[in-house]
C-alpha cells in the first residue's frame, strides 16, 4: 500500500509541475496581447490582458511551491517508511534470536525437583507426559498456601 501512496504523491508532483508549466506558457501568451492591444491604442484590452498575465504568473508560483510541498511530503513519507523497515528488522532478529534461546532440560528438571521437594512431594522424573499436571497442581497449591501464610502475618503485623 505504501508505494501505491509514493506513486500517487509522484504523479500529483509531476502534475502540479505540467501545470506550472501550462501557466508560464499562458503567461507569455497574455503578454504579447498585452503588446498587441497597446499596439492599437486600445487600453482596456491591454489592461486585461495585463491581469490575465500576472494571474498565470502567481498560479504558476502556487503550483510550483504545491509540487516543492508533495516532494517534501514524499521525502518524509519514504524516510518513515525506511525507519519502519529498520524497525521491522530489529524487531524479527531480537524475536529470532529469543526464540533460539532455549531452556537446558537439565535446569528444567532440577526445579521441578526442587520444587517437588519444598512442597513435600516425591517427584518420579519417569512419568508420564499426561501425569506431570498433577504435581504442576501441586506446585501452584503449595505457593498459595505459602501467600496465604504470609499475608496472614502482614495482618497481624497491622
Not at 525507519?83 to 529469543?98: G, I, R
Request: glycine share 4%; net charge negative; aromatic share 4%.
Amino acid at each position: 500500500m505504501s508505494n501505491e501512496h509514493l506513486f500517487n504523491l509522484k504523479f500529483a508532483a509531476k502534475d502540479l509541475q505540467r501545470n506550472s508549466k501550462k501557466c508560464d506558457k499562458e503567461e507569455k501568451i497574455e503578454k504579447a496581447k498585452v503588446k498587441k492591444a497597446i499596439q492599437k491604442g486600445n487600453m482596456e484590452v491591454a489592461r486585461i490582458h495585463a491581469e490575465n498575465a500576472i494571474r498565470q504568473k502567481n498560479q504558476s508560483v502556487n503550483f510550483l511551491r504545491m509540487s516543492a510541498r508533495i516532494s517534501a511530503l514524499m521525502d518524509k513519507f519514504e524516510h518513515q517508511f525506511e525507519t519502519l523497515d529498520v524497525q521491522t528488522a530489529q524487531m524479527e532478529d531480537t524475536m529470532s534470536s529469543t526464540t533460539t534461546l532455549t531452556t537446558p532440560q537439565n535446569q528444567v528438571d532440577s526445579l521441578l525437583h526442587e520444587m517437588a521437594d519444598e512442597a513435600g512431594l516425591d517427584l518420579n522424573m519417569e512419568l508420564p507426559q499426561g501425569q506431570t499436571g498433577s504435581v504442576g497442581t501441586s506446585v501452584a497449591s503449595a505457593e498459595q498456601d505459602e501467600l496465604s501464610q504470609r499475608l496472614a502475618k502482614l495482618r497481624d503485623l497491622v
